[in-house]
Each structure stands twice: as structure tokens, then as C-alpha cells.
């Protein structure tokens, strides 16, 4: 009677790993043995039992034909090694699977060692150089010490293709990644978003440097402190500290021992070290100060020399980040301060050029614009009646109604704030010019200066179109009393089409809630 393969195994004990192999497990390696004889499968299965590579056990796969072979790669790409037989359902049967993984499946990682009991059929130096293996041996010259070796030297081969893949999907991680930084809205999101990043590389339990993809689905636990008036503040956290947005980490008790590390003169020039439940990463940025960085997480998961290359680039997108926000809110002061230099000149009450600014924005971002182009509007809009500057006052600050001839003067402030702010060639004062020019256009061509028509008006010239007959006629003017919000709304209902472009104005009307809620009551509501 036949014994089965256990007992044949409890008989042999050469045929058990010896004790050097041994060590604790973590995670396994995939070997599929594709082969007709179905005794070489038990017997190679047996003999790397108990075999360990690197503390990582073997899990094993058989396949008896070229149909369940193909079957198991499409079901487990991650196949580390492949024992492949020549001669199964035909002589060539184990070439045919060859080609079919590396140029169908396009499976250029698994390691393959070619079997074969009939070398007449696949003569070895031929074979090495027509197909892409690894490694030729007859089955009769594969002793315990030749598979052991053999299997050693793919697996090594292995490990070595899957973390040079990992550092290139790393590195194209970091390029994305760099790309990005400056798609963020607000100097929080920047810095979340690097957090997230930063908590996105470290090791599977194979050992391989893994990037997440979603990181974003996943708790993350961090923080990102920054200094604010010689205050160390959390400006940007995830998960666990989102609650302590804001707040001085001198203050919070739960994090003591991370401030200390912080503070202390010999870890100044130690841009990554592990404390407490975590990192802390230093970002030594020149216009930055105090900027740290700490991520949960256990300290043999994380590639500390990706996420220090990371840094490299962190650091110049902060550094480039935070030189743009002051450019850019050093603009918005000089914008803002022109926009109510000019109100104070003109306007009997004040706030009609920040109320425009804000539905401006409110209306952009609900038409679809992103936000970044909603900021640019928001503060175009303000500088939309700065050629009043250039109108003289008896015609500006006249009581009653204009003459036509005073009209006529009065309509110059379009071009006069045109001609001013297309001057400049920065983007946001040539969008801030198009708005004074247009902002008196109508829909059906009866506007000024130019008599527009239609689309040849630019679309942010027939939004404030819009916004600005809403705002004037629901506050009061030296020339008139004010209108109520249920008038002005059934004056932009009447002129689809006519002073206003349809669709906007319906737009409008359908979202006025949204478009006049940016800011406190008092400021933006009529009377």
C-alpha cells in the first residue's frame, strides 16, 4: 500500500529544516510549483516545511497544467518564485507559460527556476538566452542543499526587485506629491496634506517599503506645530489632536514629553527621532521657525531615509508656500485699503465694496469657479468702482439726478479704473480691470462704455452686473432712499435677458441665500 506524503515525511528526518532557518515568522513568501508530477510538489513542499527566509515562512501553490498555472498568477501576482516543469501537456508547454507571464501577464518580478527531467527537450544554454529565467537545473541534480540554495538565491533576487519598485513608487509619490503642494487652499490643508503624506510610508509586514494610496480613508494620528508670535502652535493636525488645533503644545499636558525633545539644544540638528507613541520630524526651513512635525506609529514601520528625501523637498514647497501667502495677503492689504480709500471718497455709507467682494465670491464658487480663482474675484471685485476717483465731486456726491451731460462724465469711471489697473501685470489687477470696464454692461447691449452684448461681456462682467444693482439698490445712496431685498430681487427677476444675463440671474435668484450669507447680517443684508 502506498504511503501518503506525512508518512514518508515522519520517516525521513533529513528531509526537516535544520535549526538556522528558524526565527520568529512575520509574513510569507508565495512559490508555486507548476509541474504534471505531482511527487515532485509533496517533495519539494516538504523539504521547505519549515524553511524561513529572513523570519518570512513559504506559502505554496500547485499547478498541474499551463490552464491552472496561468489561473493562479492572474489570482496572485505577487508570486515570488515559480518552480516551472518543460515538458507537461506538451514538450514546450513550460516555455509557452514563460513567455505568456512575462509579456501577456507582464510579470517581469517573480523569480523563475526551469525543471526538467528531459534536457533534450530544452537544452539550458539555449534556454537562458531565448527565455527570461533565472536560473536551469535538472530535477535528478536538485538535492536538499542545491533547493535550498536555489530557493535562497531567488528569494533574495526577489526581495531586492520589490524594494527597488518600491523606492520608484516612492520616489514617484514624492514627485506627485511636490507637484501638488501649492493646490491647497489654505495654509492648514498644506500642511495636513504633507502629514498625510508623511504618514504614508512605511513597511508591510514583508518588509517592502509600502506608499499608501488612500491614506486619506485611514485614521491618521499627527500633528504640525508652527511658531505664531514666539508662541509654538498647533496650526495643522489629524485624528486624535484635530482638537487641538490652535492651541499653545507648551499647554497640553498629553504632550509634554514631545515639547521637551522639541526644546532641547542637543537634538537641534536631529531632523527625525522617535518619541513617545511616535515621530517627531524637524523642518529646519529658513523662514520658518519652530516648524515640527510628529505622526503615531510604530517605529520600524516608517522609512526614515524616504521620508527624510521627502523632507528635503517639504521644506522649500514651506518655505515657497509661505513666501506666496505673504505676497498674496500683502496684495489683499493693498487692495482692500485702495477699494475703501475710494468708497470713503464716494460713498455716502461704507461696506458696499466689501459686501460686493464677498457675494462675488459666494456667486463664483457656486457657478463653479475653484477657489482659487473665487479668492482672485473676491478681490478683483473690490477695486470695481475705483475710477470714481477721477469723477469730480459736484458730479459725484450730487444729490439729486444727473444731467445727461453729468452722466456722461460719471460713465468715464469705468474706463478711468480700466486704464489705472491694466497698468499692472499682475494677474489679479488685470482681472480687477476687466471688472471696473464691464461691471455697467448689459445683457442686451445698452450698457457702457463699450455697448457690449450678450457673451462678447465677460462673464465676471455680467456677474457683478448682478451683484452691484443688488447692493446699490438695497442701500441707501446720496441720491435716492434704499429698496427693499423683495424689490431688488423682482427688479433682476424683470431684466433676464434684458440688463442681466438669464441664466445668471437665475442662478442667482435660486442660490441668493447662499450668495448673501459670507458675512455678518449687518454687513451684507439690506435694511
Known sequence: MRKDWNEIELEYDFLKEDPVSQGQESGSYKILISDD?????????????????????????????????????????????????????????????????????????????????????????????????????????????????????????????????????????IIETSANMFTHN???????????????????????????????????????????????????????????????????????????????????????????????????????????????????????????????????????????????????EIIFSLGELGEKHFEETGGHVERVSVMMYNFAKIIGYPHSECEKIKLASVLHDIGKIGIPDTILKKPGRLTIEEFEIMKQHTIIGCDVLSKSNLEIMKLAAEISLTHHERYNGTGYPRNLKGEEIPLVGRMIAIIDVYDAMCHKRIYKEASTCEEALEYIESQKGKHFDGNLAETFLKNYSDIIGGMEKEVLLCP
Open 37 to 173: 508530477e505531482s511527487e515532485v510538489y509533496h517533495i519539494t513542499k516538504m523539504i521547505l516545511r519549515d524553511f524561513l527566509f529572513e523570519h518570512h515562512r513559504l506559502e505554496f501553490f500547485y499547478a498541474r497544467n499551463k490552464e491552472e498555472t496561468v489561473r493562479i498568477f492572474e489570482e496572485h501576482p505577487d508570486i515570488a518564485v515559480l518552480f516551472q516543469d518543460v515538458v507537461m501537456e506538451k514538450n514546450d508547454t513550460g516555455l509557452e507559460i514563460i513567455d505568456y507571464l512575462r509579456y501577456t501577464l507582464k510579470n517581469r518580478k517573480t523569480r523563475i527556476v526551469l525543471r526538467t527531467g528531459q534536457p533534450g527537450e530544452a537544452p539550458e544554454e539555449q534556454v537562458i538566452r531565448e527565455y527570461d529565467i533565472n536560473d536551469y537545473c535538472l530535477k535528478t541534480d536538485l538535492t536538499v542543499s542545491r533547493l535550498k540554495t536555489t530557493v535562497i538565491t531567488a528569494l533574495r533576487n526577489y526581495r531586492d526587485i520589490m524594494k527597488i519598485e518600491s523606492y520608484r513608487k516612492g520616489l514617484e509619490k
Open 186 to 332: 489654505t495654509l492648514s490643508d498644506f500642511l495636513t496634506s504633507i502629514l498625510n503624506h508623511l504618514s504614508g510610508f512605511y513597511h508591510e509586514t514583508e518588509g517592502m517599503l509600502y506608499i499608501r494610496d488612500h491614506f486619506a480613508e485611514e485614521k491618521n494620528n499627527g500633528f504640525v506645530t508652527m511658531e505664531q508670535s514666539s508662541v509654538p502652535v498647533i496650526v495643522a493636525a489629524t485624528g486624535n489632536y484635530v482638537s487641538h488645533i490652535g492651541r499653545d503644545i507648551r499647554k497640553i499636558e498629553e504632550l509634554e514629553d514631545i515639547y521637551s525633545w522639541m526644546t532641547k539644544e542637543e537634538n537641534k540638528d536631529e531632523p527625525v527621532a522617535y518619541v513617545g507613541d511616535g515621530f517627531v520630524i524637524r523642518n529646519n526651513a529658513a523662514g520658518v521657525k519652530d516648524n515640527y512635525i510628529f505622526i503615531e506609529g510604530e517605529k520600524d514601520l516608517y522609512d526614515f531615509e524616504l521620508i527624510k528625501f521627502f523632507l528635503s523637498n517639504y521644506s522649500v514647497a514651506l518655505d515657497n508656500y509661505l513666501l506666496n501667502n505673504m505676497i498674496f495677503n500683502a496684495q489683499k
